[in-house]
């Protein structure tokens, strides 16, 4: 571990936050191309791939002396990794806009302005509106540039957004550290005494020269993989340049014509079954981790879909309503999430109890059982986490529900980290929130509609893309970092200040490119969504409690007299339980029994959009290692690896290229590029 590697580090965290956001609102349409579309950025990765060529094995072919090492390019990798989750949905995305687009939506949402639904919360949540004469939310709106030019840093009010920032961004902060230090204390457990596959960061490691320099990038199955994807996906690439000329090749099955036949899995909203996807690097990632788990995650949508369209058969419907709220689905996903938190915290339970003692000063705990990283992680973890619990307190919540907001938050990360550690599976997206949860579990009347607010808000700040937050990169950056041979316990530190870093890059970018261009056309329509959600899912309990006459009650409860006014939905609470304890029963089948072919991490999944997104390829990779174990047995495995870590690099060199070509093409003309994903 070399300063040089440090210094690259800290530069590529500080260009990630700083260009992201100029990236994918700016550059490109927003929701249309991505920096940062999932848990394995192909930026990331395809860049990795190319530092190997340019600044390892070519270097070493040449005789140069000052050829890096693979523990430099992989610290520099970890530290450009984890602050891939800072400035998209992780932590900065959707901030300012929570911040100040509700004094907009005041104006122009029916009922807002006669309930004075912003008087829910404290005015030092949201930024001051009235700042500059009123220039602080109108230049938010439309914009203060004038065609191609920029405004400069001073034309931003900054000063109107002092006031919240004080409160959100130590919140923020608060649980990204807790949270990046309980990654550091899964390390350990997860890698050397469960031995978990980590897929993605295990592709990573595949293409790092081993101990006697031999790299893959000399292996012919490799390169064959790698041409081919990359060729498939930029013949696809050029067809959106030149329609009219290039034939696209179809990755894309279209097996929609069956689905009259199949009427339960339409009633079940599995359409997305019939038409799947073929991905390459899902294939390939499958070839690193246990053949049950990949046969979980292709049964698991397929399975799904057919229980719930047996329910609708029977008029019980599970899927109406959006999907954060007022969703019997929602709930079934968080009772997997906590059957499977309850399993990981099991499994490793002793180690964390050792580990535990250390951090708070216990002498007779063995040493030779925790590592200083994971002692100082869970110091890390105890004092963010009291941190937030009191930050959120100061937002408005009373001490019971700052601490259920924090216990829903961190299962939810730390069930993502567990499931990508073990999967692979970059794209995870269930959208649990926990202020959706206690309202479901707990009922309206122990609620109240200024709890909800306030909760809704501080979901939107710390957990509103759980599929991208700093943990599950964070668990990735020391896996990567401690299989390429670098010291963890560095790596962990430069991490946490690459982090750090970029937030304070990517949050004043963020702020500065929304008044340059206008929040309503440079900005994701999931950001200007989530602005609603506080006031808009507010103002429906407050209107449903008035018509229940219990509104006054609701209002006055507070502290642990909320649970003597518990109402719970039946519906919602059966599902979670059902849900957890079926998810529990899984994970001690697989325990007991070999031959038990379930993985619990299915229940994480079920039937989203993600499960829905990514099971065929699933199911393709599973196929593949399967044949390739039975009849060519752990020889042939090893031989046959280099194709699969080919069709994953093909791939992210695949979705890399777009992405500079889109940046070349902007700064040249001005326009945007046709956007090309290659892992959606």
Not at 58 to 72: H, L, N, S
Not at 375 to 399: C, N, P, Q, S, Y
Request: proline fraction near 6%; charged fraction near 10%; charge should be positive.
């Amino acid at each position: 571990m070399t300063w040089r590697a440090i210094i690259l580090g800290l530069l590529c965290a500080a260009g990630i936050g700083g260009f992201c956001y100029f990236h994918d609102c700016v550059i490109n349409a927003p929701d249309s191309t991505r920096l940062v579309p999932n848990l394995m950025p192909c930026f990331i990765y395809g860049a990795l791939l190319i530092g190997i060529l340019v600044l390892i094995v070519w270097p070493r072919r040449r005789g140069w002396k000052w050829t890096f090492t693979k523990a430099e390019l992989a610290l520099i990798t970890a530290m450009a990794l984890v602050t891939c989750s800072v400035p998209f949905y992780g932590l900065v995305n959707c901030w300012p806009s929570a911040l100040m687009l509700p004094h907009y939506l005041l104006r122009t949402t029916p009922g807002w302005s006669q309930e004075h639904v912003l008087d829910l919360v404290s005015p030092r949540l949201l930024a001051n509106p009235e700042c500059r004469n009123g220039d602080a939310l109108t230049g938010y709106v439309t914009g203060m540039a004038t065609g191609t030019g920029h405004i400069a840093l001073s034309d931003v009010p900054w000063e109107a957004w002092t006031r919240p920032l004080l409160i959100w961004v130590p919140l923020a902060l608060a649980i990204t550290l807790a949270t990046l230090g309980l990654a550091a204390v899964f390390h350990r457990q997860w890698m050397h005494h469960e031995q978990l596959p980590y897929p993605i960061t295990s592709f990573a490691g595949s293409l790092l020269p081993d101990a006697d320099g031999k790299s893959i990038f000399t292996n012919r199955w490799f390169l064959a993989a790698a041409g081919a994807v990359t060729i498939i996906h930029m013949v696809n690439y050029l067809c959106l340049w030149w329609p009219q000329t290039m034939i696209p090749i179809r990755l894309r099955l279209d097996f929609s014509p069956l689905a009259a036949k199949f009427p339960l899995f339409i009633a079940g909203d599995g359409w997305s079954l019939f038409t799947p996807k073929i991905m390459f690097s899902v294939i390939g990632i499958t070839y690193f981790f246990a053949s049950d788990v990949a046969l979980s995650l292709t049964l698991a949508p397929i399975v799904m879909c057919l229980v719930i369209g047996l329910l609708s058969d029977y008029g019980i419907s599970v899927t109406k309503g959006f999907s954060m709220y007022n969703n019997t689905t929602v709930f079934m996903y968080t009772g997997g999430y906590f059957g499977v938190l309850l399993a990981v915290l099991y499994t490793g339970r002793h180690y964390y109890r050792n580990v535990l003692a250390a951090s708070v000063g216990v002498r007779n705990v063995d040493k030779d059982a925790t590592e200083p990283q994971a002692v100082w992680g869970m110091r890390l973890f105890l004092v963010g986490t009291t941190v937030f619990v009191i930050l959120l307190m100061v937002a408005g919540l009373d001490w019971p529900m700052a601490l259920i907001f924090t216990g829903i938050a961190l299962m939810v990360l730390i069930v993502v980290s567990r499931t990508v550690a073990e999967t692979g599976a970059f794209y995870i997206g269930t959208w649990i929130l926990p202020c959706a949860m206690v309202w479901g579990l707990m009922g309206g009347r122990a609620v109240g509609p200024e709890t909800l607010a306030v909760m809704v808000m501080a979901s939107v700040v710390v957990l509103i893309g759980p599929g991208w937050s700093p943990m599950p990169f964070m668990v990735q950056s020391l896996h990567l970092a401690d299989i390429a041979g670098a010291k963890v316990s560095k790596a962990t530190v430069w991490c946490i200040v690459a982090v750090v870093l970029a937030l304070a890059v990517a949050l004043p970018a963020t702020i500065y490119w929304q008044y340059d261009r206008g929040v309503m056309t440079a900005s994701s329509g999931w950001a200007r969504y989530s602005a609603r959600l506080p006031f808009d899912k507010a103002l429906e309990m407050k209107r449903t409690l008035e018509a229940q006459g219990v509104l006054a009650e609701a209002e006055q409860v507070r502290g642990l007299a909320r649970f003597a006014h518990l109402t719970p939905k039946p519906a919602y609470l059966g599902a979670f339980l059902i849900m957890a304890a079926l998810t529990l029963a899984c994970a001690f089948c697989r325990l007991r029994f070999p031959w038990w072919p379930i993985h619990p991490i299915a229940f994480v999944f079920l039937n989203s959009h993600q499960a829905q997104m990514l099971y065929f390829s699933f199911f393709l990779g599973w196929m593949i290692k399967s044949a390739v174990t039975r009849y060519g047995g752990s020889r042939m495995y090893q031989q046959f690896k280099p194709v699969m870590v080919g069709l994953v690099a093909g791939e992210v060199l695949a979705g890399l290229i777009p992405l500079i070509v889109g940046l070349i093409y902007y700064l040249i003309t001005g326009l945007r590029a046709p956007g090309y994903f290659t892992m959606t």
